[in-house]
């Protein structure tokens, strides 16, 4: 069974970092693109960053780029997501994904995770 298991959320106030886990269960992802979602209170789950399945490609949502960075450590079946500069707009549910997808200009993915919460206080 694919588990996906986010850590690493908080309350943080604005300016400050969060790094955020996602370990990876069942199956190696290795080869997959990975990545992760955010939903805040009352909107659609957005994209936010992507990350091949060797790390030479990364994609972010134009709203964190230059302040987020993803990557991935195949060894350990994980991967990050290193939040700086952050912001109340930040705010939501964080979710990593696996076995994603890019079809025009959206994204999508076949494994997720839990979530992990992120509050940034202004």
Known sequence: QVQLVESGGGLVQAGGSLRLSCAASGRTFSSSVTGWF?????????????ISW???????ADSVKGRFTISRDNAKNT??????SLKPE???V???AADMRRLGSS????????????????
Request: proline fraction near 2%; aromatic fraction near 20%.
């Open 38 to 50: 955010r939903q805040a209170p009352g909107k659609e789950r957005e994209f936010v960053a992507a």
């Open 54 to 60: 060797r790390g030479g490609s990364t994609y972010y």
């Open 79 to 84: 991967e990050y997501l290193q939040m700086n």
């Open 90 to 92: 930040d705010t939501a």
């Open 94 to 96: 964080y979710y990593c």
């Open 107 to 122: 994204w999508y993915g076949d494994y997720w995770g839990q979530g992990t919460q992120v509050t940034v206080s202004s």
